[in-house]
């Protein structure tokens, strides 16, 4: 069976693919169409009048919804696993540790980055070719009914809700909502007697997965595998105590906060038979890229660069793990966090006491609501006003942490430093 490549940019078209004229608030496919054609594309799917003499193109009522019925048919062709990831934090790092673990023994396709949303979903799965063996699906909403339409397409069999936090408060309405659009993916699982993977010691996680058949769970007490953090300086060690041969898996992972990230995908490894020396190496082996849990020397500083993107829980969990590392010259550079409706400025001003009760002294704030809060920290709007004067500064010998959300543009902090 034939395969075709789909793509929705004109920019990265070869010859042979199907394109897919989506719109948005910026764009719009369809005015790309002929050039898509022309380019080597062997269909164009619009949903507007261009030309209809050409019968490359094919009209459509809707392209996006086409799109993701002919995702929702070519997931249809599969009988294999299909393991669903979502989460407010480290779903993006869970999903890259189970890949890393499960593709050391079968063929595995994966979410590339972190498209996760109702474009990268379909699209996704459309590159998922006849030798698969797993699929591994992240799914990222900030909106209620999210989850549960990434579902109906990508139908997965297995899920994972790494866990559930203060991310998208304007757009879930409060926590109580981020749980359950979340667990929109625990309601699919649930109605076709699927297996979750689940962290024991979320109490959250027990409730809202209740009446689920399969459960296979894992924590730092209880469950098929249990470990603890053995060392996490400058990188995460885990003491595995329970349901795996080796007592340490050494990361190169930063954070205390990614030992359930671990655990999952020893977890997932074990239960779909992974050997344990795979499941070690593949773990120690995987390098966090693009912004997330990175460790960057640079002359004599250290920086914790995770800048991919920031909520109120994610913000918590890093500024307590770098105030548990041991170093003179600590500096936070945080940026502000978006999409919190209401609640924004109000978590801003939490972060605020959390920093002051971590006694932190060196602390520079960038834009958002941190603008707003009573403090009298060193404070920008723009990232690139705090590389110019954290350049000005000739650090040395400092250790930093970088975080915001992906707006802030928090890597551009980086052009500061020089090597020496």
């Known amino acids: 069976m034939q395969y075709p490549s789909v793509q929705t940019d004109t920019r990265k078209l070869k010859s042979g693919d199907i394109f897919f004229a989506l719109k ?30 050409n019968n490359k193109l094919i009209k459509v009522d809707d392209v996006l919804a086409t799109l993701q019925q002919l995702a929702k048919y070519h997931r249809q062709q599969f009988s294999i696993p299909f393991i669903a990831i979502t989460g407010s934090n480290g779903k993006t790092t869970t999903k890259e540790l189970i890949h890393a673990v499960l593709s050391s023994q079968y063929k595995t396709y994966t979410t590339e980055g972190n498209l996760n949303n109702h474009i990268g979903v379909p699209l996704t799965i459309l590159k998922i070719k006849s030798d698969a063996q797993m699929a591994v699906i992240e799914m990222g909403a900030n909106h209620q009914k999210e989850i549960e339409g990434y579902c109906r397409v990508a139908q997965p069999t297995h899920g994972v809700i790494s866990n559930v936090g203060k991310a998208h408060l304007e757009g879930f309405g409060g926590i109580e909502g981020v749980k359950k659009g979340k667990g929109e993916l625990y309601d699919f699982i649930r109605s076709h007697n699927g297996v979750v993977f689940a962290f024991d010691d979320y109490d959250y996680l027990h409730q809202m997965s209740e009446g689920i058949k399969e459960i296979i769970w894992y924590g730092t007490k209880s469950g098929e595998v249990t470990g603890t953090v053995k060392a996490s300086e400058p990188f995460l060690q885990v003491a595995v105590t329970k349901g795996f041969s080796f007592d340490v898996i050494k990361t190169n992972l930063v954070g205390d906060y990614n030992l359930p990230n671990i655990l999952c995908a020893v977890t997932i490894g074990r239960y779909f038979n992974v050997p344990d020396e795979k499941i070690k190496s593949s773990i120690e082996n995987y390098i966090p890229s693009n912004s997330r849990s990175q460790l960057i020397e640079i002359g004599s500083n250290k920086i914790i660069l995770d800048a991919y993107n920031a909520n109120p829980s994610s913000m918590k969990a890093a500024i307590e793990n770098f105030s548990s590392i041991h170093a003179d010259n600590k500096i936070l550079v945080l940026g502000g966090m978006m999409e919190l409706g209401d609640e924004s400025l109000h978590e801003h001003e939490n972060l605020i006491k959390l920093i002051q009760q971590n006694n932190f002294e060196n602390v520079i704030l960038v834009g958002g609501n941190f603008k707003h809060t009573h403090q009298s920290y060193t404070y920008f709007d723009k990232a690139e006003e705090a590389a110019s004067y954290i350049q000005w500064q000739h650090f040395q010998h400092a250790y930093f942490l970088i975080k915001g959300s992906r707006s802030m543009q928090m890597e551009k902090v980086l052009t500061a430093f020089k090597v020496e």
């Open 24 to 53: 948005g608030d910026n764009f719009n496919g369809n005015a790309f169409a002929l050039k898509a054609l022309e380019s080597g594309a062997v269909y164009a799917v619009i949903d507007e009048d261009i030309d209809a003499s």
